[in-house]
Nanobody, 124 residues
Framework: QVQLVESGGGLVQAGDSLRLSCAAS????????IAWFRQPPGKEREFVCA????????YYADSVKGRFTISRDSAKNTVYLQMNSLKPEDSAVYYC?????????????????WGQGTQVTVSS
């Protein structure tokens, strides 16, 4: 089992930056692809980006490509999401999830473990 804890959310203005953290504990961190999803109010959870088990491969949704960067610090069992040039439409609860399959998945229900989420609000 893997326990995930997100942190770093907050209220910012459009154009600002935030860095989210996803700290993992429990079973071997390197066994899992870690992804970030987000869920705006009243909408389904959507894929944002993912980092492969090795940390060498990354995948991004088109809506965040070029603005968001996912990275992994295996020594700290932590995955980060650096978010730059934030837009009001980026406002959502952000979750990190752990995936044990090959590569990654854009489907939230393929992920076995989730954190509690952290709120990001971007004002215009």
């Amino acid at each position: 089992q893997v326990q995930l804890v997100e942190s770093g959310g907050g209220l910012v203005q459009a154009g600002d930056s935030l860095r989210l953290s996803c700290a993992a504990s429990g079973r071997t961190f390197s066994r899992y692809t870690i992804a970030w999803f987000r869920q705006p109010p009243g909408k389904e959870r959507e894929f944002v980006c993912a980092n492969s088990r090795s940390g060498e491969s990354t995948y991004y949704a088109d809506s965040v490509k070029g603005r968001f960067t996912i990275s992994r610090d295996s020594a700290k069992n932590t995955v980060y999401l650096q978010m730059n040039s934030l837009k009001p439409e980026d406002s959502a609860v952000y979750y990190c999830g752990a995936y044990s399959g090959s590569y990654y998945s854009k489907r939230w229900y393929d992920y076995s473990y989730w954190g509690q989420g952290t709120q990001v609000t971007v004002s215009s």
